[in-house]
């Protein structure tokens, strides 16, 4: 007796997607609409697996470099904050497994509020270590964003309990006696600079929010502090508050 539609359907549903094409094999014969429209979805399923897993392959290649060197402890580097009026420049660093295959890591702005929140959970799951900064503005108004990011990062560095031997870093160039890559864009290209930027933005974004709850005039929690033409109405009615950066709005007040 033939299962039911829906009995496949559940059948596909318990099935990891690595061994779906067995699923697939076993039904491919049956000629019932139903049965042929899941096995289209679940081949089209596969298909995207399939080009994820070829991506986040092509995004460990500057890993697979410096592990080629001897290189055990790779840290990826990233910001978040650099061009908002108020708040904090927040930088994070990664240190991924070797093996590590979280599938949909990219760079965070990239990606949905909820996939960002979803792969930040798994990246603190698997990662070797983690460590975050943040520079408030008082510090960006004094030694500018760029000196303020690049002593963030410093910070993260030196913060690791498991010393990195090597850095990937998006755009910064940092002066420290471990060997470093620094490219534009590094967090499309790096899986461990993507986990940072993720780990960074959804870092951030909550420290906004949350100052959303003591400065509610100016809608931290949708604009995060950058300069959306809102915001900049809001600091026109109601001057600045302790977190903008003076030195970004000197213009609107």
Known sequence: MKKSINEIKTEFLNTPIIDIYKVINI????????????????KNKLKKYEEE???????????????SQGKTLIAGIDEVGRG???????????????????????????LSEEK???????????????TINMEDNNVIDEINILQATIKSMTKNVHSFKNKPDYLIVD??????????????RADEKSISVAAASIIAKVTRDEYMSQMHLIYPQYKFNINKGYGTKEHIEAIKK?????IHRKSFIKNYI
């Open 27 to 42: 039904y491919n014969n049956d000629q019932r609409i139903g049965v042929q429209n899941l096995i289209k979805s679940y």
């Open 53 to 67: 897993l070829i991506r986040i392959e092509n995004m460990k290649k500057y890993e697979k470099e410096a592990y």
């Open 84 to 110: 908002p009026f108020a708040g904090p420049v927040v930088t994070a660093s990664v240190i991924l497994p070797k093996d590590c295959n979280i599938l949909g890591i990219n760079d965070s702005k990239k």
């Open 116 to 130: 960002r929140n979803e792969l930040f959970k798994l990246i603190k799951e698997q990662a070797i270590e983690i």
């Open 171 to 184: 755009a910064v160039n940092l002066n420290l006696n471990i060997p470093c890559i620094a490219m534009p």
């Open 238 to 242: 109601y001057g600045p508050c302790p």
